[in-house]
């Protein structure tokens, strides 16, 4: 697949350019937000601390396109209530259907791969 337009970022994404670090024009058109960022920060602190998490952290926030709060927690709300998914899942999937963009995940979670028929309603899934 070619990976080269915008995207909603889930955590497992962001865990893998933190890994890897090959994703740097993923991250820099991507979309991501406050939900996403705190899961990145505690999988992060779990395996490498919280001094190297919070800068990550910020990082990913100056170099990726943070989206505002308001603009995602009713969608996302629905999301959770219509697909029974993690919270964190529906902030993803909101803010694709918000910026108009494929939400994308790095591995085929089991939770979104049952639903994506119906997920393809609202919005689109890509992955790594």
């Not at 994703?23 to 939900?35: A, F, K, Q, S, T």
């Not at 926030?61 to 998914?85: D, T, W």
């Not at 049952?114 to 309603?121: A, C």
Request: proline share 2%.
């Amino acid at each position: 697949m070619g990976l080269q337009r915008s995207y909603a970022l889930d955590t497992s994404v962001l865990i893998v350019y933190y890994y890897k670090r090959n994703l740097d024009d993923i991250i820099r058109e991507g979309y991501i937000n406050v939900v996403t960022l705190s899961e990145t920060l505690y999988v992060i602190c779990r395996m490498e601390g919280v001094e190297e998490a919070l800068k990550y952290v910020e990082k990913l926030a100056k170099e990726a396109n943070l989206v505002p709060s308001h603009k995602l927690v009713c969608i996302a709300g629905q999301f959770k209530c219509k697909y029974r998914i993690s919270l964190s899942d529906a902030w993803t999937l909101a803010t694709a259907k918000v910026e108009n963009v494929p939400a994308l995940y790095a591995i085929r979670k089991r939770e979104i791969i049952d639903i994506i028929d119906r997920l393809r309603e609202d919005v689109h899934v890509e992955f790594l």
